[in-house]
């Protein structure tokens, strides 16, 4: 049961996002621009054609499908009564009890399966959109490979071309070490800090030198 209502939260956050107009435009117009760009790789003599046809043909079809969809992501979803009995309440501190949200504990009471089987109806709205953010991240992950760096005292600091744009910046350290990184940045630079917690709870800067692995992601 409460695996369900950990499920059903996620969802109506995922909801919630997607009641940004503009993120269905986004999200066209980068899959349109990273078209653009491996369609121009075509002639390269070194290009895996196979491959990028492939890719080019998985962002058509993802392209024709965003078309495809009319009104809001989710727009569904903002219609189910059910759903947005339990929206409503879930802003408010208890809001959730089963004497005021009789229907919801019902369903929540229903045979595993049967909620299973609502969770993901519910969720496969965002089937297109997940579909097209998973391959541009992707894209942008694979675009370049990381280069292993030195943060003096928890401290690194990098310059960015302005004429390339950064997509993603990405800092892997070993799962052993016990700090964590903050990342802050521009169009001109960007600044990794190793930060490790304090017994009080505090986080301050590590005066360590730290290993780590940095991919900046251009494409």
Request: aromatic residues 8%; hydrophobic residues 40%; glycine residues 4%.
């Amino acid at each position: 049961m409460w695996h369900s209502r950990v499920a059903l939260t996620s969802r109506l956050d995922i909801l919630n996002i997607f009641s940004r107009a503009d993120l269905k435009t986004e999200v066209l117009k980068e899959l349109e621009r990273q078209m653009q760009i491996l369609a121009a790789l075509e002639s390269l003599p070194t290009v895996d054609r196979s491959k990028l046809a492939r890719l080019l043909n998985e962002l058509e079809v993802l392209i024709d499908r965003i078309h495809s969809l009319h009104g809001q992501i989710g727009q569904e979803l903002r219609q189910n009564e059910f759903l947005n009995s339990i929206k409503q309440r879930s802003s408010i501190p208890g809001g959730t009890c089963d004497f005021d949200l009789p229907g919801y504990h019902y369903w929540l009471e229903r045979p595993a399966a049967e909620r299973i089987r609502d969770l993901s109806a519910w969720l496969s709205v965002f089937d297109t959109i997940h579909l097209s953010v998973n391959l541009l991240l992707r894209l942008i992950r694979e675009s370049t490979r990381p280069n292993e760096e030195h943060a003096h005292a928890g401290f690194f600091q990098k310059t960015l071309d302005p004429s390339l744009p950064c997509q993603m910046i990405r800092v892997a350290v070993d799962a052993e070490t016990p700090y964590f990184a903050e990342i802050s940045g521009g169009k001109h630079r960007f600044t990794v800090r190793f930060m490790q917690h304090a017994p009080d709870g505090h986080a301050t800067q590590t005066e360590e030198d730290v290993r780590f692995e940095l991919t900046s992601c251009i494409i």
